[in-house]
């Protein structure tokens, strides 16, 4: 099974509106991270939230928060008053394990092409 | 500029060559990590180093795949013998652990012919 699921492709939104994007995982580790990417077609990978196993509360970073539903196992991005510098392919990752121990790889979903409208 | 950067941004070879991608992480950056990105897909992970040692690699990285870290500052990966499934982006990035976020050069692309 993929740990990691995107399961929109693609995605629209008009500018100044918000959109979310969204990402599911498979875990059986009690002690997880979970990423947001963004790709630009550049290619450089620009990190824009994480979200810890044990956090309470909900990552927030700017226009940027992820919805963390642990029972459903999900992730999912909200990207607020989306600008057009926001078009890119979005990508939400997991690290199994904890800070310091275990394995610091990280695997990545399929991806979410973001297209803003003007 | 203090970020992660590769070096060749772009490489053409004919199959059969040898190829070298060079990643220059961040300096005060102990983890370097080496991805492949296929057309449509994420990163993959290939390999991690923590300084000079290599602590993890993948079943995706076959034995004409090398990679060396050899004073815990750049790190190079090495592919002999290549293939034209070896086409892809070629991502490192770099951290010094904390929660993992990585940081990512701009990868270097390798079309082989």
């Known amino acids: 099974a993929q740990k990691i699921t995107q399961t929109q492709p693609g995605m629209f939104v008009q500018e100044k509106e918000a959109v979310t994007l969204d990402c599911t995982y498979d875990?059986?580790?009690?002690?997880?991270?979970l990423f947001w990417y963004k790709q630009p077609s550049s290619g450089e990978m620009i990190f824009l939230i994480y979200q810890g196993s044990y956090d309470q509360q909900n990552a927030t970073e700017g226009r940027y928060s992820l919805n963390f539903q642990k029972a459903r196992k999900s992730a999912n991005l909200v990207i607020s008053a989306s600008q057009l510098g926001d078009s890119a392919m979005y990508f939400c990752a997991m690290r199994e394990g904890l800070s310091g121990a275990g394995s610091y790889q990280l695997t990545f979903g399929k991806g979410t092409k973001l297209s803003v409208i003007p | 500029d203090t970020g992660v950067s590769q070096d060749p941004r772009h490489k053409i070879t004919k199959r059969g060559q040898n190829v070298t991608f060079r990643c220059d992480p961040i300096s005060e950056h102990n983890r370097l990590y080496w991805y492949r990105q296929t057309l449509g897909q994420g990163p993959e992970f290939l390999t991690y180093?923590?300084?000079?040692?290599?602590?993890?690699k993948s079943r995706l990285l076959s034995d004409r795949f090398s990679a060396e870290r050899p004073k815990g500052s750049f790190s190079t990966l090495e592919i002999q013998r290549t293939e034209q499934g070896d086409s892809a982006m070629y991502l490192c990035?770099?951290?010094?652990?904390?929660?993992?976020?990585?940081?990512f050069g701009e990868g270097s692309r390798l079309t082989v012919l």
């Open positions: 180093f923590q300084n000079e040692a290599q602590l993890e």
């Open positions: 990035a770099s951290s010094w652990g904390g929660t993992g976020e990585l940081f």
């Open positions: 875990t059986s580790d009690p002690s997880y991270g």
